[in-house]
């Protein structure tokens, strides 16, 4: 049975409070292996996105790429499920993970699909490679030349595991298209990406892909990991029939890589909820404040110092144990200081007023604090537009724990002309009518 229905608002501050008590025992290290990005699967909208277009480590998210070749060959008749693929010695020569397949033996295409989604298997992944295209660099040009006819315009793939190679290369956003396309192009074989568990040569192989279980409604895709790429995972979760992709790269350890996916998900089912009923969140509101995750330096250029992928547990353990302290958050700057000139206009929100049933949203927030220090930017900026703006917060009936920064008490045609003249400085914002 599914765990119970996650609720955003305690998610929120328990990582909150997690990311606190991790403050207040060392220094703040920022993550420059880290991005994200949050799609809506129906629309393609990208709900929100952290160093997207960043180079990164695919690590195993690469056989995505390679699922997607085989579904083709066997769409287009060249491979069937039963049909048993040869491994050669170089195949069986693979590091870990993998399922130890002996050179010389075979392995039937369907299992080869299960032991890449489940086991993430290298030496399954060359065999496939082999099959499909005579060789192990043959194919990894056939994978690149499809990532650019999908649109990944910024992967370039040089072997069909995501073993270390420095010129193997991607973004959160082209591993977003990847896994959009496996989900559309082949919605037939996407139900192998749901499965946490299958079963080869009279045992039963796990997965590492914790959120199928943990979190309700995922139901795919897939895990990965080398040193240089941190904890990557892409995502895909249904709730109330609307579908949200999230990919995440660069976790510090696997657990904190699924909390923070955990944490996009709601974030991105509370946003498409509001967006349902009309309402209207600005775009950083619900993501960019604070993160599971530390907060990226600008993007390095990847280094060569490369270790083993999807490692042995007792290496990845050492590794999460040694990188363990530095999985922190940025503190928010975003609150101004206690001489910030324009907090005065923070103490005229009780005030009343005679002006109009009109006002401009410039956000909706899960913490009022912030609500009112964007709001109260806001009348800032128009301080030469319009006197005595009054600032108003106030806690969706709907929505508890949701927070709407408004500026209120203004004649329609006032509040059309503060929203343009927001835009024009850049903020966005609309106009409303206000109780």
Sequence with gaps: MPPAYRNPVGTLLGVLFGCLMLLSVGQVHANPRYAAIVVDAESGDVLHAANADATRYPASLTKMMTLYLLFEALEDGGLTLDQPLPVSAYAASKPASKLYLKAGSTIPVEKAIEALVIKSANDVAVTVAEALGGSEEHFASMMTRKAHELGMSDTVFRN????????????????????????????????????????????????????????????????????????????????????????????????????????????????????????WVAQADLFGDRMALPEPMPATQPTRQLASAEADPSWSQALAAREASSMLTEPDTEMGSADDPIRALLARNDATSSGGAWAVQVGAFSDADQARSLAARAAGHLASVLQDVRVAVAEAQDTPRLFRARLVDLQEGDARTACRSLRQQGMDCMVVAHN
């Design 160 to 279: 069909p595991h995501g073993l270390p190679d420095a010129r193997q290369v991607t973004t959160a956003r082209d591993m977003a298209t990847l896994a959009l396309r496996v989900m559309k192009d082949f919605p037939q074989h996407y139900h192998y990406f749901s499965r946490t568990r299958f079963h080869w040569n009279g045992k039963t192989i796990t997965g590492h892909n914790r959120l199928l279980d943990d979190y309700p409604g995922a139901d795919g895709l897939k895990t990965g990991f080398i040193r240089a790429s941190g904890f990557n995972v892409a995502t895909s979760a249904v709730r109330d029939d609307r579908r949200i992709l999230t990919v995440v790269m660069g976790g510090f350890t696997a657990a904190s890589r699924d909390a923070h996916t955990a944490d996009l998900l709601d974030r991105g089912y509370l946003r498409l909820a509001m967006q349902q009923r009309g309402d």
